[in-house]
């Protein structure tokens, strides 16, 4: 398993690895660290490399299509693993190092796997460090939509998040019998306990992850000051990390509102508990756009778990849902006027939110839980094993 990610980030990657093993797959994992060289170690029921790659090398990697010092990188790599072990699958994910499991397939008669966690083109696409003069030299839009296509042609096993990223894949000309959906649900046997309190009569509103421009915060924000301004007191608390911080930081201040918005930082999942548990709901704002559209987010199945209202932008996957489940609202993504129109609602009437906390915490073991999709990842590799995908 081939991971552009520092292992312990990755909660997608432990649960697959936690669920091959448990199906009789021997599992190693190919990391990398930006910051030191570990050894190998055993743990976590598989066996784990991180290699130390410089800061240089890791930001070639948007231009790896051009310029291949970031796939020379990993075909070293690989290549001193893969004279201490035999393989039968090689597992890529995402898209960037697809070129490379290819050429282990090729070489050891190897089954490839790709899972995508993103839509990778449409992420380079509106990605900050490719809106540059020389992010637009080194990386063409075009050409990484041309290397998905082909790649995943060449694969054996595509993985997908969700419905609607399946689909996508379906338009590129890929049969059905090689995709598989495997979702970031949640694990619903190892989760954290949680209690809800409330300390504060003003309505609250939560936000937890990354930041960044296509996160939607900003709208958030322009609908609080519309809510201010009809003296309508609405408290934003937001945990999580990210380079468009700073700028939401000065847009609190400009509208006048910073008594409003907090920013806590990153918290650790069970401090982020603790923040949530006084919040009467919790906002999933991501702009719409070709990958947010399809994206299967970790806190959306938490905050269902955790029977926490959800309000959400109209992305696609997150607005199928919503509709579905009945655990909570949705709002057109690229207007503040339509998302202070609800919350002033909800907070008016929050009679309105009782029930969606428990709808949402029903479909979680009723569909939306890892048990299920963990059957479904093993269905699709035990289906590789004995030769029925070719």
Not at 60 to 72: D, M
Not at 195 to 204: C, G, M, P, V, Y
Not at 311 to 333: H, M, P, Q
Request: proline share 3%; charged share 25%; aromatic share 10%.
């Amino acid at each position: 398993m081939l991971l552009e990610n520092d292992y312990e980030k990755d909660l997608r990657v432990k649960r697959a690895v936690q669920a091959l093993y448990e199906a009789g797959f021997e599992v190693i994992v190919a990391a990398i660290s930006l910051f030191e060289q570990f050894p190998p170690e055993k743990r976590d029921n598989c066996t784990i490399y991180k290699k130390k790659i410089s800061s240089f090398v890791y930001k070639t990697s948007v231009g790896a299509l051009k310029i291949p010092i970031y796939f020379n990188f990993w075909r070293k790599y690989i290549r001193e693993r893969l004279k201490v072990h035999k393989i039968d699958v090689i597992h890529i994910n995402d898209l960037p190092l697809s070129r490379i499991g290819i050429e282990i397939k090729n070489k050891h008669q190897a089954k490839l796997v790709i899972d995508l966690h993103e839509n990778w083109p449409a992420l380079l696409k509106y990605a900050p460090h490719t809106q540059t003069i020389i992010g637009r030299l080194v990386s063409s839009n075009e050409q990484w939509t041309r290397y998905e296509k082909d790649m995943l042609h060449e694969a054996d096993l595509i993985i997908t998040i969700v419905e609607e990223a399946r689909d996508r894949i379906e338009s590129l000309g890929i049969g059905t019998e090689k995709l598989c959906i495997v979702s970031n649900t949640v694990d619903t046997e190892t989760i954290p306990s949680y209690n809800r309190k409330r300390t504060d009569k003003n309505f609250i509103l939560f936000y937890g992850g990354g930041i960044n421009r296509h996160r939607g915060l900003q709208i958030v924000l322009e609908a609080i000051k519309i809510l201010k301004d009809r003296n309508v007191k609405i408290k934003l608390q937001v945990a999580g990390s990210g380079s468009f911080k700073v700028v939401l930081e000065k847009q609190a201040v400009r509208l006048g509102i910073e008594s409003d918005v907090r920013f806590y930082g990153f918290k650790p999942f069970n401090e982020m508990l603790e923040l949530l548990s006084e919040a009467d709901a919790a906002i999933i704002p991501h702009l719409r756009n070709e990958n947010n559209d399809s994206s299967s987010p970790n806190k959306l199945y938490q905050y269902m778990y955790l029977k926490i209202p959800v309000i959400s932008s109209d992305c696609l996957s997150l607005k199928r849902i919503l509709s579905e489940t009945d655990a909570g609202f949705v709002y057109r993504n690229d207007s503040p006027d339509d998302l202070a129109s609800l919350l002033e609602k909800l907070n008016s009437n929050r009679q309105l939110l009782a029930g969606k906390g428990l709808n949402g915490r029903k479909a979680v073991f009723a569909k939306y839980n890892w048990n299920f999709d963990k059957e479904h990842l093993v269905k699709a590799y035990s289906q590789i094993k004995t030769g029925l995908i070719i």
